[in-house]
């Protein structure tokens, strides 16, 4: 499509890492794939021109995420943005002499900018997700006294707070982990089925739950905005931020 036609579009914009992207897996498989078609079919019941787009690298850090954002989410001005980070910023590498890749405050704080920096190119919504459980706990990662799975959660629970602090401003909390847990409990099948042999990234079936959980939650999300009177959302459109 032209440029004219791309820029009326309304936008969904992905933006994580491998779990996102969805390595190892079939495009078509994946839980943002999916997801992209609900969304354009959503789009498609309101008459609204409504376009997905996935910008996530494999093995990025918030801090990486940071350094590209400009040209990966800023140039496409997003009108909803989806956030998944997190698996890589919690890591311990032994280069790194026993510090995560990104800090905990570090962490926060870049997730931090993400959202304001989503919100003043456009995202009317941002949603943080939280991430799934992984098998790795059995081992401390390297230099450190903590499991790559006890640093997860960690790293989980700094979402949670930050959403719970931006809720009221346009931050909505999809809760992964969470549904997993509870997904674990209903079917009573090992979480390794969920997962690749890494015991980190998503199998198919692992992409099922991703679906389960974002799913609803994002369209719900644009259900609430495209449902709003044409003089609401109009109002809206034309308010800025500084």
């Given amino acids: 499509m032209g440029d004219e036609m791309w820029d009326n579009r309304e936008k969904v914009i992905f933006f994580g890492d491998s779990i996102c992207f969805g390595q190892g897996v079939s495009p078509h498989r994946t839980w943002v794939t999916r ?43 997003p009108d909803f943005l989806v956030v998944q980070f997190g698996m890589n910023d919690c890591n311990f590498w032994r280069t790194d002499g026993g510090v995560p890749r990104v800090s905990q405050e570090g962490f926060r704080a870049n997730l931090k900018e993400i ?53 009221l401003l346009g931050v909505t909390l999809i809760d ?36 389960e959980a974002v799913a609803p939650r994002l369209l719900t999300g644009l259900e609430q905005w495209y449902l709003r009177t044409p003089s609401s959302v109009s109002a809206e459109n034309t308010t800025t931020g500084c």
């Fill in 176 to 211: 992964v982990e969470k549904h997993f847990d509870a997904a674990l409990h209903r079917d009573s099948k090992p979480l390794g089925d969920y997962l690749l042999s890494d015991g980190l990234h998503l199998g198919s079936r692992g992409h099922d739950l991703y679906y």
């Fill in 35 to 77: 997801v992209s078609a609900d969304v354009e079919a959503l789009g498609a019941r309101h008459g609204v021109a409504l376009a997905t787009v996935n910008t996530s690298i494999n093995g990025n850090t918030t801090r990486m995420a940071l350094e590209r954002m400009p040209f990966d989410v800023q140039s496409h001005r």
């Fill in 115 to 167: 959202v304001k920096r989503g919100q003043v190119f456009g995202a009317r919504n941002v949603f943080l997700l939280t991430n799934h459980p992984t098998t790795l706990d059995a081992e401390p990662m390297a230099w450190c006294d903590i499991t790559y799975q006890a640093s997860n959660i960690i790293y989980n629970r700094i979402i949670r707070e930050l959403a719970a602090e931006l809720e």
